[in-house]
């Protein structure tokens, strides 16, 4: 049985990438295979661009991606990522 985590791309996730513009979607499609899915799917918890975080139920963790930050929940014992949404820094936290 592998130890990687699997990853599931939430509706939401897909419609709030269909909405950036197309110069944005190329470099996160590009991310995301090339970098931030092995990461997930290997160590979800801790990276140089990940974070959990505070006051957020369920456990919400986010991966900065330039100015965008994707936000997604873990299932430790099913061991899948879910990719909740991705959205630009300036409104991410609102």
Same mark, same amino acid.
């Given at each position: 049985?592998?130890?990687?985590?699997?990853?599931?791309?939430?509706?939401?996730?897909?419609?709030?990438?269909?909405?950036?513009?197309?110069?944005? #979607?190329?470099? =996160?499609?590009? !991310?995301?295979? /090339?970098?931030? %899915?092995?990461?997930?799917?290997?160590?979800?918890?801790?990276?140089?661009?990940?974070?959990?975080?505070?006051?957020?139920?369920?456990?919400?963790?986010?991966?900065?991606?330039?100015?965008?930050? #994707?936000?997604? =929940?873990?299932? !430790?014992?099913? /061991?899948?990522? %879910?990719?909740?949404?991705?959205?630009?820094?300036?409104?991410?936290?609102?």
């Amino acid at each position: 049985m592998s130890n990687n985590f699997r990853i599931f791309e939430t509706k939401e996730f897909a419609d709030s990438i269909g909405k950036l513009d197309s110069k944005d #979607i190329r470099i =996160i499609q590009n !991310k995301l295979s /090339k970098s931030i %899915y092995p990461q997930l799917k290997t160590e979800p918890f801790w990276g140089h661009n990940i974070k959990k975080l505070r006051d957020y139920n369920p456990t919400t963790w986010r991966y900065r991606i330039g100015n965008f930050r #994707i936000f997604y =929940i873990i299932d !430790k014992k099913e /061991k899948i990522v %879910y990719l909740l949404t991705i959205k630009a820094r300036k409104d991410a936290y609102k």
